[in-house]
Structures are given as structure tokens and as C-alpha cells.
């Protein structure tokens, strides 16, 4: 792979306008020229936010999870807890606050980060960063956001989910 590092290169940005913006995403379309000359009049990127999502543990290995109807999948779907990182949050913060918003629920260990990546880095700039947060236990109600109607499942997941998948 190095020796192919050595011919490719980065797009150039000849242009780039934004198609949509809101809350929600961005959509820039860009003009770009590749290293071979050949120039894309209209190569699309969504921009995002950064986000989290959290596996979160109880004592006795019950991974929480949560129930929500997803417009885009048109349909309820089992998730675990997941969302954006605000404005100058860390993402362990936000790992830390979307449990809780979400569920309730927080760890009395710190949040361990077991990775991080790019969504779909063809289209989309935003990273994920996953989070193991173990010893969770349920502390408040949740405090969710006016478009969120989430319920909790704790679940057992085969005999020992911890040990299995986590050390």
C-alpha cells in the first residue's frame, strides 16, 4: 500500500457550493480534480455532526438498549444509546450525557473508548466514537429531546457478554 501512496493523491477543490443546510446536516457540492486530471463537476458531501454511541453495562451484564420509532427506516427499531456531540463537548462528555438523557442511566465507571472511525467517509464527513461504559445503574428519568420518544431495555446478551466481547 505505501507504494501506491506514493501516485494517489488528494482531490483538489476547484469549487464547492452548499445545495442545503439546517440543523439536522449540510449539503455541499463540490468540483473537484483528481490526481489522473479527470475533474467532477458535482461530487456531493453530507456534512454532520460527530457523534457517540455508547454500549453501556450493567453489573450483572444486561446491555441497555433503546426503543424508537425511526422515520428514515419507517419503523421501531433496537438500538443502544447513540447521538451528537455538541459545540465544544468532549466525546466522552457526550458519551457520558446521551446515556443519561437517553436512558437515565450512568456509570459509576468512566466511559472507556474502544473506537473511532468515519460513518461513510465517500460521502460524509462526521466521526463515531463508541464507548464502553461499564457499572451502569439507573439514576433519573430520561431527558429527552421534544422529538424523541424512547423506551429502555436492559438485555442479556448470551452468558457472559463482558467477557466475551470486552476484555
Known amino acids: 500500500m505505501e507504494e501506491a501512496n506514493n501516485i494517489m493523491k488528494k ?10 443546510k439546517s440543523p439536522f446536516g449540510n449539503l455541499r457540492e463540490d468540483k473537484c480534480l483528481l490526481s489522473n486530471g479527470k475533474i467532477i463537476d458535482n461530487y456531493r458531501v453530507n456534512e454532520y455532526s460527530n457523534w457517540v454511541n455508547i454500549i453501556a453495562l450493567t453489573s450483572d451484564n444486561q446491555l441497555i438498549l433503546v426503543n424508537q420509532y425511526r422515520h428514515g427506516g419507517g419503523d421501531f427499531f433496537l438500538e443502544i444509546p447513540a447521538g451528537g456531540i455538541e459545540e465544544n463537548e468532549s466525546p466522552d462528555n ?23 472511525s468515519y460513518v461513510n467517509p465517500s460521502v460524509s464527513n462526521n466521526l463515531i466514537y463508541t464507548y464502553l461504559i461499564r457499572n451502569v445503574e ?3 428519568k430520561q431527558e429527552t429531546d421534544e422529538t424523541e420518544e424512547i423506551d ?5 446478551q448470551g452468558n457472559d457478554l463482558e467477557n466475551n466481547l470486552f476484555q
Open 11 to 20: 482531490w483538489k477543490v476547484l469549487e464547492s457550493k452548499y445545495l442545503y
Open 94 to 116: 457526550a458519551a457520558i450525557r446521551e446515556l443519561r438523557e437517553e436512558t437515565g442511566y450512568e456509570g459509576l465507571d468512566k466511559p472507556v473508548e474502544i473506537g473511532c
Open 138 to 140: 439507573k439514576k433519573s
Open 152 to 156: 429502555n431495555e436492559a438485555v442479556r
